[in-house]
């Protein structure tokens, strides 16, 4: 009996022998191979999968009268997604049209009394011109009449001529030199009438501006209620897939308020965030093997394709500060962007969802 029970202790201990040294030998050769494996590749399991996700934000308030798409449904560019209520803005535009016609009206009556203006100090040039020139014509007159009126003066002083004959020579000399101070006096109006068309041209070139301003801005005004009139229409800005659609018709809007989502597939890349102390080898280029827990049995393939300008505590609501006492060293971690390269398969890319879990692996050499 003791015999069989001697024996019986050998093989067990053989048995644990050979487990244990197997586990070692097991435990070794996944050592040396993680320890070789770190030396040309650096991995984690923080990422997450990234995509463009592009904000259905109305840019007019109003009330919304349909809704055109529904949860999860694939939209082309410019597919109308949404229509907002266009009655007020449609009186908006016709309120902005008959203003610009009132404006465009008082443009062409100031036109016309700038051309009504400017014929007023033609017409007064011309009679101030004309004005000269008779001056002259009577100035010659009245210098033969004074003439002839000095000469028929002394003839009648020596009783050479008659009284008759003298009279009638200085009313022709008196009535000369009236005639040259009625065309003085014509003359004079014209140069003031020249003055009061010139003054009324200027007053009339200013209304003209100003009428020119109000139609610059009129039309303005017009531009600005036909673009918010067409605001009223949502399309969708890219290709894509539609998010939850939270808004409902008769639901008040506001701009700047955020309704849904549109996720663009077309661009697919991969945010993972490294421990700083995994980035000395790390550069830009470099192949990325990416697993995603999704899909298990999916290697998708990248490279790495920029770094961060920060770690990813810096961007948060309230950044750590250090500037303490009680000072805790933390090892913070980078985001590295790492783009899908042209080798994946196109139709399991189309898989992919933002915000999937994945694990790195970026071949170091």
């Known amino acids: 009996m003791k015999e069989e029970k001697q024996e019986e202790k050998k093989k067990t201990n053989k048995k644990f022998v050979f487990i244990f040294g197997t586990l070692i030998i097991v435990g070794l050769a996944y050592g040396i191979f993680k320890y070789i494996h770190s030396q040309a590749h650096e991995t984690t399991d ?42 007020d803005f449609v009186v908006r ?6 203003a610009l016609a009132g404006a465009e009206g008082s443009f062409a009556v100031s036109k016309a009394d ?45 009783r050479s001529i008659t009284k008759q ?8 000399y008196l009535e000369a030199k009236n005639q040259v101070s009625i065309l003085k006096e014509q003359q004079r109006a014209s140069q003031y009438q020249r003055s009061v068309s010139q003054a009324r041209s ?21 531009a600005a209620a036909e673009l918010n009139l067409s605001y009223t229409v949502i399309t969708a800005a890219t290709d894509g897939q539609v998010s939850k659609v939270s808004v409902q018709p008769g639901q008040l809007v506001q701009p700047g308020q955020s309704l849904f989502y549109i996720i ?8 993972a965030n490294f421990k ?13 093997s990416l697993g995603v827990d999704a899909y298990p049995d999916t290697e998708f393939v990248g490279e790495v394709s920029s770094f961060s300008p920060a770690t990813g505590a810096r961007f948060s609501l309230l950044p750590p500060d250090n500037a303490t006492g009680n000072f805790v060293k933390t090892i913070q971690r980078l985001p590295v962007k790492i783009i899908m390269t042209k080798d994946n398969d196109a139709e399991k890319l189309k898989k992919l969802r933002p915000g999937m879990n994945v694990e790195v692996d970026v071949h170091l050499k």
């Open 46 to 87: 923080d990422a997450q999968v990234e995509m463009n996700m592009n904000p259905i934000i109305p840019r007019v308030a109003g009330y919304v009268t349909k809704v055109y798409v529904k949860d999860n449904d694939y939209v082309k560019k410019g597919d109308t997604l949404l229509v907002i209520d266009d009655k």
């Open 93 to 98: 535009v016709e309120d902005a049209k008959a």
């Open 114 to 158: 700038v051309g009504s203006a400017e014929a007023g100090v033609s017409v007064s040039d011309a009679n101030v011109q004309s004005a000269g020139g008779n001056i002259e014509t009577a100035r010659i007159r009245l210098n033969r009449a004074e003439s002839d009126y000095n000469r028929y003066k002394i003839l009648y002083d020596k």
């Open 165 to 172: 004959q003298f009279e009638q020579i200085e009313a022709t």
């Open 202 to 222: 200027s007053v009339s070139g200013k209304q003209t501006d100003v009428a020119a301003a109000n139609i610059n801005r009129a039309k303005a005004s017009l």
């Open 264 to 271: 663009n597939s077309s661009e697919i890349w991969v945010v």
């Open 276 to 288: 700083e102390t995994q980035l000395d080898k790390m550069v830009v280029g470099q192949k990325v």
